[in-house]
């Protein structure tokens, strides 16, 4: 998938309250996963290409949703 395409997928499938930043400068890129507290998690690990830390991001904001939510019924 294209960095385009993931982007879009981002837009759509993220869920209410987390962002994904993407800051680029001269040799370097990075994706930062920010929760809906604020709290920041980078994404890369210096291997891995922006479209796959956009992915990761979306991938930790939907688990964590989830883990929340389902400790909340629990609760």
Do not use: F
């Amino acid at each position: 998938m294209t960095l385009e395409k993931r982007i879009e997928s981002a837009c759509e499938y993220l869920p209410e309250g987390w962002r994904i930043r993407i800051d680029i400068e001269r040799d370097a890129a990075d994706v930062t996963a920010i929760r809906p507290d604020g709290t920041k998690v980078h994404m890369s690990d210096g291997e891995r290409d922006i479209e796959e830390q956009v992915t990761d991001a979306i991938c930790l904001a939907r688990d964590e949703t989830s883990a929340n939510a389902k400790h909340e019924v629990q609760s």
